[in-house]
């Protein structure tokens, strides 16, 4: 028997498709169901279902980061996203991200028949010509956003986990993904956001070595220096300096 997982923030849609879609014609079962995003991601991994139908318009949820995610955790995973919203862009990147089928509330039961019907023929076929594409859009979408995470909270105490917590993988995910795109691991993405801001806010020479340090996000001037020395082969003072001599 195939799993499904359904997520909407309706009960009634949850209830209605547990109740009324013919799953064991399918040969599928309901295995797991969750109200928002967040609470599915700990489901998700746990049940690891082969089908998914999902609400992607939820509140506190970024819909096309969780998508993304999915895509990217569980590449085999089939989903059919139901939505409120007949946004033809957004429909088009998530189709782009791997969605099987994109069904607009409120939806007729023969689309959602239709849908469970063409995910199990994928499941029990060879994978879509398309599959490895929208399986690496769905990694570049998560980097791309995990790095603009680190971008606008670099100043923060952050850490592996508060990202991937935010682009709804998990930290060993995100971290095979940072090493796979960037070559550095999370540690040396982060420093290196810092140190490139750390270089702009030094060009004030008001500001002392330690407010900069500090004011990038990191624990200790003493750190921040030996960082900075190691990605720029010279002190923050002599970076400083030889900006001031130009």
Known sequence: MYKV?????????VSGLVKVMPWAKYGCEVAATASDGLAAQAVLREKRPDILF???????ADGLA???AVRSEFPDMQVTILSGFP?????????????VRYVLKPSKMHELEEALAVM????????????????ENAQNFIIKKAV?????????????????DKVYVSQWHLSKLIAKNT????SDLLNGVRIAKAKELLADPALKVWEVSDAVGFADV??????????????????????IAR
């Not at 999902?54 to 506190?60: A, H, K, R, S």
């Not at 862009?89 to 969605?99: C, D, F, M, N, T």
């Not at 070559?183 to 999370?186: A, C, L, T």
């Not at 900075?228 to 002599?238: C, I, R």
Request: proline share 3%; hydrophobic share 40%.
């Open 54 to 60: 999902t609400d992607i318009c939820m509140p506190g």
């Open 222 to 243: 003493t750190h921040f220096s030996r960082i900075f020395k190691k990605m720029e082969n010279m002190s923050a003072n002599e970076y400083r300096n030889k900006q």
């Open 5 to 13: 997982m359904i997520v909407d923030d309706e009960d009634i849609i």
């Open 183 to 186: 070559g550095q691991s999370f």
């Open 87 to 99: 946004d033809f862009e957004y429909a088009q990147r998530a189709i782009g991200l791997g969605v």
């Open 66 to 68: 969780l998508l993304a």
């Open 120 to 135: 199990v023929e994928n499941l029990g076929g060879a994978p879509a010509s398309g599959a490895v594409q929208s399986a």
């Open 148 to 164: 603009q995470y680190i971008e606008q909270h670099y100043a923060e105490k952050l850490t592996l986990p508060d990202v991937a």
